[in-house]
């Protein structure tokens, strides 16, 4: 196998994700503590520490650890991320509100709604992006517009949300999900995670079904990043039948990244030894040969670039 720099593969994406499922495995515990409750592994110290940098005297800091919670999904923080809304910073709720477009759930709509009415056009852009993202939903606002024009326009979204079932999904999720629409889809499969509910788990293993045996490089990207973001939902709601679902999925070259992603949100020890079975397939072995199966897609940067400039 040629080994020169131009064929240095990045394969951060796959080796973090399994990497983390292996030193960590986040209990079920930890997925529904309070922002106060939380065990000794890495992920949970993070997360742990940046909900104390919450508190911080220095405007920068709070809103630097409001973000990182948004990277780490951290759905335990969202509580601690909807006291961030009422800051006296503008970034701080800026970026508090961006976060729980990753963290929110259900319970985490009606404060997002209420800062559309936010004195700064910043925080009101970034909690209709929030809503956006947990509901699925994309009713017209516009942050910079009159105060008459933005009262209106907020208040369709409380009419709507007056509106949503407290057991299920709001039928026009499911009905994303079921569409031809792939923006859409992507949307419904985000906001099922985030609603959960009665037929949310059916729905998103129904559509992540079939592409067990589709090849991940002929199908557009967009179907990817759907299929990523179901598997993240999935493993949101610690569905137990998502967890042979997602397994198999290690089986791809192009899904395993996905998969192994999606097994460390779930945080189940079963999940060790099928991520400890797959990883030599997608690693340097011991005399730094490259793994043989890999997405095409999955090329370091530098590689692209050396290539360009032969």
């Known amino acids: ?54 508190k911080s005297p220095e405007d920068n800091a709070r809103a630097a650890a409001a973000e990182a919670l948004g990277f780490l999904r951290a759905y335990p923080a969202a509580n601690a991320l909807v006291e961030s809304l ?20 259900r319970k985490h709509i009606r404060p997002l709604l209420d800062i559309l009415e936010d004195e700064d056009w910043v925080v009101r852009q970034a909690a209709c992006a929030a809503l956006n993202n947990l509901t699925g939903m994309e009713f017209a606002y516009d ?48 906001a099922l995670g985030a609603f959960a509910g009665e037929g949310a ?3 998103l293993l129904k559509l992540i079904g079939p592409y067990r045996k ?28 998502a967890m042979p679902v997602l397994i198999g999925f290690l089986d791809g070259a192009g899904w395993a990244r996905y998969a192994a992603d999606a097994l460390g949100l779930y945080g189940d020890p079963a999940a060790t030894q099928p991520l400890v079975k797959a990883y030599p397939r997608f690693a340097k072995s011991i005399f730094r040969k490259l793994a043989e199966v890999y997405p ?11 290539r360009l400039c032969r």
């Open 1 to 54: 196998m040629n080994n020169s720099p131009t064929t240095k593969l990045d394969l951060t994406r796959f080796l973090l994700a399994a990497a983390s499922m292996l030193s960590l495995v986040v209990p079920a515990e930890l997925r529904a503590a309070s922002s106060q409750n939380f065990g000794t592994n890495p992920y949970s110290l993070q997360v742990r520490e940046q909900i104390g940098k919450l």
């Open 86 to 105: 009422n800051d006296t910073s503008a970034k701080v709720r800026r970026e508090a509100a961006m976060s729980l477009a990753w963290c929110g759930a």
């Open 143 to 190: 942050a910079l517009a009159a105060p008459d024009v933005r009262a209106e326009q907020a208040a369709r979204w409380r009419r709507w949300w007056s509106t949503v079932p407290e057991d299920r999904a709001p039928r026009e999720v499911f009905r994303l999900a079921a569409s031809d629409d792939f923006e859409g889809r992507l949307r419904a499969v985000r």
């Open 201 to 203: 788990a059916e729905t």
């Open 214 to 241: 589709t090849g991940y490089e002929k199908i557009q990207p967009i179907e990817r990043t759907t299929v990523q973001a179901t598997m993240r939902s999935l493993a949101r709601l610690r569905e137990p039948r």
């Open 296 to 306: 095409r897609d999955d090329m370091a940067k530098s590689t692209v670039i050396h």
